[in-house]
């Protein structure tokens, strides 16, 4: 080959050589491009973390969310190890060299007992003393941080590495204090089903005196007349309180709530005979849709109660479920003696008490559950009878019914 032949050969070798080592260029700093700078990314990789441990800390300082959750946080810290306790006990250990975890509540007793964040001394963190055989352990130093909810230490967050300088011993107290906040938000959520539970009582304490004791007064007046007729009513009082005063289940489906009204309307026939006159109109499409225990019972009983008793002659109730695309739309209606609507608005807004805690504990309720925008809407005027509209989501998947009662 001659030497300019040679040349030019070198010189196509080294530019498609260039063209390639280019190329690879290229894809590396478009991946990086894509994924941003290193900042940006260790930002997501933090709040991703920070998510998942927030998703299984939402049920509070418990062991099962504790386990799952120790692993995002110890991602957060980088560090090799990491434990969370509660105030007695060790909820989770994630990490290397797990004979240490039989030492953590003790390196956890100071900082539970004076709500400081600590670092404990080498003695507190002897290989041997803690059964580790690991020759090349890196749990050498660990920071104590406490977990507050309020003026109170519900626990601790312990991470372990090599060392413990200042930058681990502030993250660490930061998310202490992530975790003491997932744990207040657990507790507001348990408040928040304590006070709907609250509710539903006060809603059964209402139906209590009034209803149980004209029911029963009706009963007995069948006994010798219709005793036929009186053991009907009394099976189906007997499935109506069995449904009233239950003990679990947030949440009925429509069908189930129509059927208690049907047994409640049934018992009040009794009583006033054809002074009481009801009709129906329900779209079945609507019948499977989940709704809050005990949200129409109560409003009928209002109809029955400050309609029809409030006044002379035939009582007229009217019950609608129609469906919408994303609703289902429950009416109440009677033809009674009507409200001041200034008092209603009282009432609704919880400055009045008395016989209409019904009312608003319902529509407490709704708007609780669904929104503001689902709460009751309200039609009266005195002398004009009232008009009770729901709208219900026809989509609730966090929502589940408890089976019907038989």
Not at 199 to 210: D, M, N
Not at 326 to 334: K, S, T
Not at 347 to 367: E, S
Request: glycine share 8%; net charge negative.
């Amino acid at each position: 080959m001659s030497p300019d032949a040679l040349t030019l050969a070198v010189l196509v070798i080294v530019l498609v050589a260039g063209a390639a080592v280019g190329a690879v260029a290229w894809r590396l700093w478009s991946a990086r491009r894509d994924l941003g700078s290193d900042v940006e990314r260790a930002s997501y990789t933090i709040l991703h973390s920070a998510a998942q441990a927030g998703r299984y800390l939402r049920g509070g300082l418990e062991p099962e969310g504790a386990a799952k959750a120790a692993r995002h946080l110890r991602s957060m810290l980088g560090a090799p190890a990491l434990a969370l306790t509660d105030e007695a006990r060790l909820l989770a250990w994630d990490g290397e060299s797990p004979a240490h975890a039989g030492t953590v509540m003790a390196l956890a007793a100071k900082t539970l007992a004076q709500g400081r964040t600590r670092v404990p001394g080498d003695a507190e963190l002897d290989c041997a003393a803690a059964g580790c055989t690991d020759p090349e352990c890196r749990l050498r130093s660990a920071v104590v941080a406490p977990v507050r909810a309020g003026s109170r230490v519900i626990g601790t967050v312990v991470t372990f590495s090599p060392s413990a300088g200042a930058g681990l011993v502030r993250a660490t107290g930061e998310v202490a204090d992530w975790v003491a906040t997932q744990a207040e938000l657990a507790e507001l959520d348990r408040s928040r089903t304590l006070l709907m539970e609250a509710e539903v009582r006060a809603l059964r304490a209402q139906i209590s005196p009034h209803f149980i004791y004209n029911s029963l007064t009706a009963i007995a007046s069948y006994i010798l007349t219709d005793p036929a007729r009186a053991r009907e009513l009394v099976v189906e009082f007997a499935d109506f309180t069995r449904y009233s005063f239950r003990r679990h289940g947030d949440f009925t489906t429509l069908a189930e709530e129509l059927k208690s009204i049907d047994q409640y309307l049934l018992l009040e026939r009794a009583r006033f005979g054809e002074r009481l006159q009801v009709s129906l109109r329900i779209a079945p499409e609507v019948l499977g849709i989940l709704i809050p225990f005990l949200s129409l019972q109560p409003l009928v009983e209002n109809a029955v109660r400050h309609g029809l008793e409030a006044r002379e002659g035939v009582g007229h109730i009217s019950i609608t479920a129609e469906d919408t695309p994303l609703d289902a739309v429950v009416q109440i209606e009677d033809d009674g003696a009507g409200m001041d609507p200034e008092r209603l608005r009282e009432v609704l807004a919880g400055h009045v008490g008395g016989i209409h805690v019904g009312l608003r504990n319902v529509d407490a309720r709704m708007r609780q559950v669904y929104g503001d925008d689902h709460g009751l809407v309200v039609e009266t005027a005195p002398g004009q009878g009232t008009l009770i509209t729901l709208r219900i989501p026809k989509s609730q998947p966090q929502h589940e019914a408890r089976p019907p009662v038989n």
